[in-house]
């Protein structure tokens, strides 16, 4: 069975940092890699989704990469500012109706 | 701009209500999800829908049920609310095919006390 975890769990950082979140997975057969953002008490917005063929995957501060071979992803912030304080989930898909969650890693930005 | 939207944000039910939570999607997605989400235990899946009128057990399907009547919407049903159903309720969908990118709602916050 898929076991995802990310390490930390909880990070803080002064605004400015630069940082990176991390994704592990035990079960490297994967179609593709999502990452989400989520509020609290609120639902999940899609940040970023790599298929199993890419590397990497941009959009605007963000950008996430994937090893396959080395069961990882990683969720790299540039700039981070408080309006990401969040807590930022990875999600692997298995077969065609499940996705496997990781617990998450609860960020906080720091003014 | 993609959208999945939940009936309602909070819920305050008694045990025993027969409780309906909705999801409507604009994308016309196949499938459609419903999973909870608690402290320590992360989201689980509780049902899986791939069609109208098809559905299938998640992870956790005891004391739920599904419908799906129409493709851009896909009701949780709670037949007997209990207090161990205390959670956050989040609904998702993405299109057909090998697990395309998936798109949630703003989540239910359902309290049976």
């Known amino acids: ?111 | 701009d993609v959208k999945v939207t939940q009936s309602s944000r909070y819920l305050v039910k008694r045990t025993g209500e027969k409780v309906f939570l909705e999801c409507v999607q604009d994308m016309d997605h196949e499938n459609m999800f419903w999973y909870r989400q608690d402290p320590g235990l992360g989201l689980r899946l509780i049902y899986f829908s791939y069609d109208v009128k098809m559905k299938e057990k998640g992870d956790i399907p005891e004391g739920y049920s599904v419908s799906r009547e129409k493709k851009e919407r896909f009701s949780l049903i709670l037949e007997s609310a209990s207090t161990n159903q205390t959670s956050m309720y989040l609904c998702a969908s993405t299109v057909e095919g090998i697990y395309t990118e998936a798109f949630f709602g703003q989540g239910t916050r359902l309290t049976v006390v």
């Not at chain 1, 990176?20 to 593709?32: E, K, P």
């Not at chain 1, 989704?49 to 990469?65: D, K, P, V, Y």
């Not at chain 1, 298995?94 to 960020?107: E, I, K, V």
């Open chain 1, 1 to 111: 069975k898929q076991e995802v975890t990310q390490i930390p769990a909880a990070l803080s950082v002064p605004e400015g940092e630069n940082l990176v979140l991390n994704c592990s997975f035990t079960d490297s057969a994967i179609y593709n890699l999502q990452w989400f953002r989520q509020d609290p008490g609120k639902g999940l917005t899609s940040l970023l989704l790599i298929q199993s063929s890419q590397r990497e995957q941009t959009s605007g501060r963000l950008n996430a990469s994937l090893d396959k071979s080395s069961g990882r992803s990683t969720l790299y912030i540039a700039a981070s500012q408080p309006g990401d304080s969040a807590t930022y989930l990875c999600a692997v898909p298995t077969g065609a109706n499940n996705l496997f969650f990781g617990t998450g890693t609860r960020l906080t930005v720091i003014p």
